[in-house]
């Protein structure tokens, strides 16, 4: 059975910094590209970044550029995002989620069930 | 960047009734790359469509994608309890950039 189990999340200070884990299990882990996605309070889903499978290629969302940076390694089988310079509009649950298929386009066919991450003073 | 419109923003709905569900989009989407999520209150999203008309392992046959181009609808033939749920769509052919659209609060009449 796939499984993604988020962690990490919590509350923070505006300026700060945090890491949020992705532990996944039931799949080869090193064969997909990753994704996280969030979600503040109440709104709509919004991309945030990726990564391919052996990790050489990554992109981000234009909001969160420069801030935050997703890795994994394969060896643990863990994603993670390393969140910086952190901003209240950060505020959201933040979802791993698998692209399904090994190669071509493919949407998001397991998800986590998400970390908050709570940005505020 | 594609941008993708939901409308109705909220449907209003009866256990048994049909619901049409739409999402524009601001461009093409590449070969109907389109998916459709369903997510319920404190759940993660769970994939419904895709590729526009694909069910994804499990989902009901009450639940059906169309379209192409810029304009795509989900419908669910007969509504069950279960169902009253926010709906999104999201595009993936033009990567990098995986856009999703506001969503469709889907509540019981």
């Known amino acids: 059975e796939v499984q993604l189990v988020e962690s990490g999340g919590g509350l923070v200070q505006p300026g700060g910094s945090l890491r949020l884990s992705c532990a996944a299990s039931?799949?080869?882990?090193?064969?997909?590209?990753m994704h996280w996605v969030r979600q503040a309070p109440g709104k709509g889903l919004v991309w945030v970044s990726r990564?391919?499978?052996?990790?050489?290629?990554?992109t981000y969302a234009d909001s969160v550029k420069g801030r935050f940076t997703i890795s994994r390694d394969n060896a643990k089988n863990t994603l993670y995002l390393q969140m910086n310079s952190l901003r209240a509009e950060d505020t959201a649950v933040y979802y791993c989620?698998?692209?399904?298929?090994?190669?071509?386009?493919?949407?998001?066919?397991?998800w986590g069930q998400g970390t908050l991450v709570t940005v505020s003073s | 960047e594609i941008v993708l419109t939901q409308s109705p923003g909220t449907l209003s709905l009866s256990p048994g009734e049909r619901a049409t569900l739409s999402c524009r989009a601001s461009q093409s989407v590449s070969s109907s790359y389109l998916a459709w999520y369903q997510q319920k209150p404190g759940q993660a999203p769970r994939l419904l469509i895709y590729d526009a008309s694909s069910r994804a392992t499990g989902i009901p046959d009450r639940f059906s994608g169309s379209g192409s181009g810029t304009d795509f609808t989900l419908t669910i033939s007969r509504l069950e309890p279960e169902d009253f749920a926010v709906y999104y769509c999201q595009q993936y052919g033009n990567s990098p950039f995986y856009t999703f659209g506001q969503g469709t609060k889907l509540e019981i009449k």
């Open positions: 989620a698998r692209r399904g298929g090994i190669d071509g386009y493919n949407p998001f066919d397991y």
């Open positions: 990564i391919k499978s052996d990790g050489s290629s990554t």
């Open positions: 039931g799949f080869t882990f090193s064969s997909y590209w």
